[in-house]
């Protein structure tokens, strides 16, 4: 679905990515792991375009993006999941959901309704269509999030530190709706530091630091058999 | 020396009331093509465009940098004058003039705008760019993303601020006596040196003012005061 060759990345001086190559296939889960300030996010930034490579190709579905020309139709078909959630404030639950399809897919406004109380079913907050964003937790806040993303009926879902920013009893019901997307065959891109949830959902775990990818493989591999000796370390600090 | 202020009522509250008409009416719309100005300026210098960004500044200094009476009375006496010469350099005989109502209203409009557009500015980079980024990747447009999703968050935060600039718009509005736009200062200048009532005259103007602005920026404190309930 997506193949990254020596993807670079600069802002300004610092070089947050070097040479980056990679791939991401139809159906598949890859996690993607690493200290803070490897260049995880950026990463995962460049796939849809909200960071524009400094060098290096991205394929997407065969052809190569143009960054100036696919921006808009590429984000259609890969939603993001942001670490901040970053719901519209001014909008309740429901129209947090139903905006985009409505504006961008021209969906009809019961249809998208619709839509979107099946979404807030599949995560668990039915009860919350009618709700302000500010009145949620910040768990529910994730799962409306994500429901938001799936609306947009998307081929493949980033995910960007989706629980890094909740309390930790909270952390649970947002992996809980990763799994069954997961277990449904949804593409997901996600950058973690749940390593339980990365260990039992992913097909392939990858290591990043400073700017690279160190290791990457099963999950059974990187964390039972790690032999870069950085992703020992990291496994190390983390587990 | 006697005071005669029923005399002076009598005379000059009628004429002050007709005065209100004109106040308000530049008030409204300076204040309508100040906020349209505002936005359009604040937006352009948040353009990617380094030479929009570079002339709006330019454009801000200017008009900052110069006071509103000058604005005006440039507008009023100076820019026909310019125009008429510019037409007569291609062969045109033209005798353009603009109402002083007009000038009055394009000299506030253009003045204010600078200010609010610092606001708005102000405002728009306020609000998390979390919010820009999930509307693109939600395949919204740059353009979109600003004006569906970042500008009503931006415009709710800036209420109060343009309620203040309305009531300072209301009291700039004397200054338009100085290009001929018969409103309250001028109405009372013409009153007070007709009939030497200069006390009494000038004293009404002041109660006047008092009399819009007072109840304006309670309404103003009323409408902050809402917007902080939500």
């Known amino acids: ?239 | 020396m006697t005071l005669h202020f029923a005399k002076a009522a009598e005379l000059l509250i009628p004429s002050l009331f007709h005065g209100f008409g004109v106040v308000i009416q530049a008030t409204v719309l300076g204040f309508l093509l100040a906020t349209i100005l505002g936005m359009i300026i604040a937006i352009g210098r948040l353009s990617t465009i380094k030479i929009v960004r570079g002339i709006l500044y330019l454009y801000l200094e200017l008009i900052r940098g110069t006071p509103l009476l000058v604005q005006l009375v440039y507008i009023y006496y100076v820019v026909p004058l310019l125009l008429n010469l510019i037409a007569s350099m291609f062969g045109f005989k033209t005798n353009i003039q603009i109402a002083s109502v007009t000038a009055g209203i394009l000299g506030l409009g253009i003045n204010y705008g600078c200010y609010m557009s610092e606001v708005v500015r102000a405002a728009i980079l306020s609000i998390d760019k979390g919010q820009t980024e999930a509307a693109l990747v939600l395949g919204f447009g740059k353009y979109e993303a600003l004006f569906r999703i970042v500008m009503p968050q931006a415009l709710r935060s800036i209420i109060p601020s343009l309620g203040n600039y309305l009531v300072m718009m209301v009291k700039d509005t004397s200054l338009l006596a100085y290009v001929a736009v018969n409103e309250l200062l001028l109405r009372t200048q013409n009153f007070a040196s007709q009939t030497f009532l200069t006390i009494e005259s000038y004293t009404f103007l002041a109660i006047a003012y008092l009399v819009i602005s007072i109840p304006l920026s309670y309404f103003v404190k009323f409408i902050e005061y809402r917007l902080k309930d939500k």
């Open chain 1, 1 to 239: 679905m997506f193949r990254l060759v020596n993807l670079e990345k600069k802002f300004g001086n610092l070089e947050v990515l070097k040479s980056i190559s990679m791939f991401i296939d139809y159906g598949e889960v890859v996690c993607i792991i690493g200290p803070s300030g490897s260049g995880k996010s950026t990463f995962l930034r460049c796939l849809n375009l909200l960071e524009i490579p400094t060098s290096g190709r991205i394929y997407y579905s065969g052809a190569i993006l143009d960054p100036d020309l696919d921006c808009k139709k590429l984000r259609r078909e890969v939603g993001m999941v942001f670490q901040k959630f970053n719901l519209f404030p001014m909008f309740n639950v429901l129209k947090n959901i139903t905006y985009a399809p409505m504006r961008i897919n021209k969906m009809k406004e019961e249809d998208a309704k619709e839509l979107a109380m099946d979404l807030l079913a599949k995560v668990g907050l039915a009860d919350k269509a009618n709700e302000y964003p500010s009145k949620l937790s910040g768990g529910q806040q994730q799962r409306v999030a994500i429901a938001r993303a799936l609306a947009m009926k998307p081929k493949m879902l980033l995910f960007d530190e989706p629980t890094s920013a909740l309390d930790p009893e909270l952390v649970g019901d947002v992996l809980e709706v990763m799994k069954q997307l997961a277990t449904e065959g949804m593409t997901m891109a996600v950058v973690t530091h749940e390593m339980g949830f990365a260990r039992e959902v992913a097909d392939r775990v990858i290591f990043m630091d400073k700017g690279y990818i160190v290791e990457e493989g099963t999950p059974e591999k990187i964390f039972s058999n790690p032999e870069n000796q950085r992703t020992k370390e990291f496994l190390a600090r983390v587990i």
